[in-house]
């Protein structure tokens, strides 16, 4: 079983920076970020596998870069460097992990929820104009 745990969400202002983190125990395969507002659907916004391979949703393109640390204890640390915040970029943030390669799909169609099986509780970003 994969345990999800996030961090680092928190309040800023139009172009500042936050540092999102996440840790997932257990053997994982890819992690990745979505984000959600209120009565729209789960936005992928990056991800990363165990290959190196990253992918960015094009709204956060340039601004923020997910990074992985390395396995540490069954302890897998994701992060999220969000630089140039927007006012839209404010929502809750999920953490989801994958140890399936059937599901890992970075290189490819990457951002559909229903792939992943292991999600966080979520973290709240609020960015103010």
């Known amino acids: 079983q994969v345990q999800i745990t996030e961090s680092g969400g928190g309040a800023v202002e139009a172009g500042g920076s936050l540092r999102l983190s996440c840790v997932a125990t257990?053997?994982?395969?890819?992690m990745v970020w979505f984000r959600q507002v209120p009565g729209k659907e789960r936005e992928g916004v990056a991800g990363?596998?165990?290959?190196?391979?990253?992918?960015?949703?094009d709204s956060v393109k340039g601004r923020f870069t997910i990074s992985k640390d390395r396995a540490h204890n069954a302890k897998n640390t994701l992060n999220l460097q969000m630089n140039s915040l927007k006012p839209e970029d404010t929502a809750i943030y999920f953490c989801?992990?994958?140890?399936?390669?059937?599901?890992?799909?970075?290189?490819?169609?990457?951002?559909?929820?229903?792939?992943?099986?292991?999600w966080g509780q979520g973290t709240q970003v609020t960015v103010s104009s």
């Open positions: 257990g053997i994982t395969l890819c």
């Open positions: 990363i596998d165990n290959d190196g391979r990253v992918v960015y949703g």
């Open positions: 989801a992990a994958e140890r399936s390669s059937a599901r890992c799909r970075i290189g490819g169609d990457w951002n559909a929820t229903s792939l992943y099986r292991h």
